[in-house]
């Protein structure tokens, strides 16, 4: 299946291609990665969400597209609601700073495909050039979140929180199977505070290279309960 914009997100291509988001739906819980893997299960998007996703579409030159696909983000009026505002705010802040504005240069948007440990996997990288810049609009860049890891509840900062670096990891690696040859990840996090706060955080290769083993390890296990050919473990929430 060859991948596009337009069908990048179907319930056809994620069947057919793991991606980072489902990889870690299945680590948190096998039969929720399954049921929203086959569509029984939709994730509502959140004002969080849709935030992320208004600055991506305008960097990639899709914000009419988005706006339209996504009505509710506006007043009755016609106005953006608040968030979105705030949007437009991170927006104008990556564009007033020439070394975040070099970041957005290059190939955006752009969508990979490859094969880790013999499973399909699918990326749609925000920047590339000479690095991969993944970008990220959070509600503080310093704040640490509590979150479960192996039973036991733990402060991390954003990028370990959401499982960035596992982004990262299968991003370089499907550029390095696209391109031959290995890039660095950087994530560009710009907050959503009253005063944007900004940073461009370089993730090392060493964890990079942890986390593309766990993908190693855990991938060909999900692909399985994916083809119907073991049965996932629930989590009982």
Known sequence: MELNLSNYYSQEANMEYMSVSSFKDFKKCELYGLKKALGEYVEKKTPAMLVGGYVDAYFSNRLDQFKEENPQIFKKDGTLLKEFEKANEVIKTIENDPLLLERTKGKKQLILTGEINGVPFKGALDFIAERITDLKV??????????????????????EAYGYITQGAVYQELVKQF???????DIMAISKEEEPDKEIINIGQEFL?????????????????????????????
Do not use: H, M
């Open 138 to 159: 959070v509600a503080s860049i310093n704040e640490r979140t509590w979150v479960n890891d192996n039973g036991r509840n733990v402060q991390k900062d954003f990028i």
């Open 209 to 237: 290279d942890k986390a593309l083993q766990e993908v190693k390890d855990l991938a060909p296990r999900y692909q399985a309960i994916k083809k119907g050919l073991i049965e996932p473990i629930g989590c009982g929430k």
């Open 179 to 185: 391109l031959g040859e290995i890039k660095p990840f």
